[in-house]
């Protein structure tokens, strides 16, 4: 696992319907006056998130170099500092912000200002009395009042840490986002200079999948991200879909449960993930499965016949998997199977075992 103190990969997911309705009630009583327009923002936007299950989790401060280490069994809760991310995601941002005893963005000098416009200095922190948040941040700035559409008209968009926005004075909405975590306020500008700073606790997650004391490789193990815990009942909508090993997942802070997937079978595992603001976690998911290579054969050891149909089914007879090929590879769970090969109009079948981290061929025999 890569140290948080290294350089450390974030995916960062814009999403425009995510995350703004937890913040709704503080925002639209921040102004009275501009309230039917923000109410009619937060229709527009809107909120996603998932986890995958964790049978190891270091979690380390982003602002110290020694982390924490907690354990968790899968469907089991994990306490500590979490991260918890959301949304698709895409190429990975490099953020300075979250490394450990990451520096302060330097202070940039207030632009001329010409008459009738006001300058705006943003920024955000991971909390209140929390570190400043350097990287990874994106500004948007709407007018207050709808367009006839019923949409609200971009003003301005800038991705530097603590932006300052020349505009004219008068009514706006600002939204900033950090990865899945957003926060929004109506902004009233007045004078020469106004200075907004935000809220967003957020957290970062980073998984990787095990079986045994080997790494499954990056490209067969994938994870989804849910807001909530495991146990709720209500949206099972995930936030962060097939996150790959290595990527780190932003979420506001709260409580996630994470489904890891290992192959395309029935290799899956579960756990719920809570998330601190200001602290990536580092998640081990530990998967009891093993690689099966299957092999229709005229002879033990002999060479596998091709245009075989393929099926894998449990005990009870439920199909796990199909597939077609001389050599199909099935990551399965540790248990009891039956495998079904079709070829030419005949039907070959074979029971069989698999041990978790034991990887191997099952021949079936076509006789």
Known sequence: MTNPANRLEIAAIWAENDNVMSSATAIAAASARLRPAFVLLLALLGSNAAIPSAALAQSSSLFSATPSVGTASPGSAMRGGVFSPGGSVPAPLQSPQMLPNAPVPAAV?????????VALALSARFGKDAPVIGGGLTWRVYAAK????????????????APTLVLPAGAYIVHVGFGLATAVKPVTLHGPTVREEF?????????????????VPAG?????????????TGDRRSIAERVMTGDVVVVPEGTYYIVSNYGDANSVVRSDIHVQAGRLTDVTVN???????????????GEAIANTAWSVLTPGGDVIKESIGAFPRVILAEGEYRAIARNEGNVFEREFKVVAGVDGDVEVSAR
């Open 109 to 117: 000098p207030m632009p001329m200002v010409p008459a009738g416009q």
């Open 146 to 161: 709808a367009e006839p559409g019923g949409r609200f008209k971009l003003i301005k968009e800038d991705k530097s840490p």
């Open 199 to 215: 809220d967003l606790p957020a957290g970062g997650l980073r998984m990787e999948g095990r079986v045994g004391d080997v790494r």
């Open 220 to 232: 067969q193990i994938s994870f989804d991200v849910y807001k909530g815990s495991q146990f709720e």
């Open 287 to 301: 998967h009891r499965a093993a690689a099966i290579t299957l092999k229709l054969v005229a002879e033990k050891g």
